[in-house]
């Protein structure tokens, strides 16, 4: 685990792989909210999250965690709600009135079952098990994969953005940095899941205005994939 550190005396520590979404979304609000904060990089390609130590932080061996003041934290869901309730960060990422705060609640449960397992199943058929298994893409396990995020692609068009510009409300929340996180996912493949979608092409491109270079440090790791695998056709 290597350490990056940024000036302040008492931070929040976050370990984080940025080829992960759910680190990216944490990654982007501790930047765009300028929490000061310390980021320790676990490389899951290495097995780093199986090390003895990591394995003692998060038995789950998964990434994000955060530690706050010994305060240990795992589940982005989780993380991105805490920073935003604990630290003097604008109120729109996870507003306090009841309702709109219901709406973020109500699109990150359905997240987790959704926008993530289905982007990212994109990603690991298209990119992720042929690197690891040497052999070519399973086009059949593909077309599934495209089918079912199509599905979850509709109803964030029909349902949240329906008659708002982010997906919970007039402004940005966690709840739409957990979700252009995953659906910029498959971009490693060379695949944009948003070509052809108009009304959520704009919907990240206002995400991306509202969050400003934080988005595109938190997705170079990605960009830098995208460019390697395009070298090499
Ligand atoms: N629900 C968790 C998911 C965390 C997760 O699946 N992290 C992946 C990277 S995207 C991981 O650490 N995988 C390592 C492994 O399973 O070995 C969250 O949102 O934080």
Known sequence: ?????????????????????????????????????RVRTVAL?????????????????KVPVM?????????????????????DVPEHWYPRQPERRARVDEYTAWHHSNTRPHAAKVFITEVLLPA???????????IHALS??????DKLESMFLRRQPFLCGDDVTVADLLAVCE????????????????????????VQSAVGDAFDRAHTVLYALRDRRKAKL
């Open 45 to 61: 390609r290495r097995g780093e999250n199986r090390s003895p130590d990591f394995t003692k932080l998060n038995p789950m061996q």
């Open 67 to 87: 530690v706050d003041d010994g305060f240990v934290l795992t589940e982005s869901d989780a993380i991105l709600k805490y920073l935003a309730t604990k630290y």
């Open 1 to 37: 685990m290597s350490s990056v550190s940024v000036s302040a005396d008492r931070m929040v520590e976050v370990y984080l792989d940025l080829l992960s979404q759910p680190c990216r979304a944490v990654h982007i609000l501790l930047n765009c909210t300028k929490i000061p904060h």
């Open 183 to 206: 659906l910029m996912q498959p971009l490693g493949g060379g695949r944009d899941v948003l070509q052809a979608r108009p009304q959520l092409q704009s919907w990240r491109s206002r």
């Open 148 to 153: 079912q995020l199509d599905d979850t692609l």
């Open 132 to 142: 690891q298994s040497g052999s070519s893409v399973d086009e059949v396990r593909l």
